[in-house]
Nanobody, 122 residues
Framework: QVQLVESGGGLVQAGGSLRLSCAAS????????VAWFRQAPEKERELVAA????????RYAGSLKGRFTISRDNAKNTVYLQMNSLKPEDTAVYYC???????????????WGQGTQVTVSS
C-alpha cells in the first residue's frame, strides 16, 4: 500500500508562486501515474496535472498549462507541482494521487494523500 504525503501549501498573494511536493512511502511510484487534483469549496475535484513515473509523459488541465508544471524526482520518490502566476481562483485543497492510467477522472486513482490547502489572496 502507498502512503502519500503532500506539503508546500500555504497563503500567497496573486501573482506569486508555490511548489507542492508529494512524497510516497510504503511502495514506490514505479510503473504508475502520479497526479495532482484540486477541489475548491462546492466544486468537483478536478485534475490539475499528471505524470507517468517511468517515461515522464504529462497531462495538464488545459487552462493551467503554462502556469503549472509537474515533475518527478525518481531518487526521492517525490512528485512536484510548480505553480506560478497564481490567481485567487486557484484557491483549493490540492491532492496527490496515484493510479495506472494518465487520465483525468478521479475514480481511476487508487491512493490519495490528505491534501494541502492553497489560498491565493487578491
Amino acid at each position: 500500500q502507498v502512503q502519500l504525503v503532500e506539503s508546500g501549501g500555504g497563503l500567497v498573494q496573486a501573482g506569486g508562486s508555490l511548489r507542492l511536493s508529494c512524497a510516497a512511502s510504503g511502495q514506490t511510484f514505479s510503473g504508475g501515474v502520479v497526479a495532482w487534483f484540486r477541489q475548491a469549496p462546492e466544486k468537483e475535484r478536478e485534475l490539475v496535472a499528471a505524470i507517468t513515473w517511468s517515461g515522464g509523459s504529462t497531462r495538464y488541465a488545459g487552462s493551467l498549462k503554462g502556469r503549472f508544471t509537474i515533475s518527478r524526482d525518481n531518487a526521492k520518490n517525490t512528485v512536484y507541482l510548480q505553480m506560478n502566476s497564481l490567481k485567487p481562483e486557484d484557491t483549493a485543497v490540492y491532492y496527490c494521487a496515484t493510479g495506472r492510467m494518465l487520465i483525468s477522472f478521479p475514480n481511476y486513482y487508487d491512493y490519495w494523500g490528505q491534501g494541502t490547502q492553497v489560498t491565493v489572496s487578491s
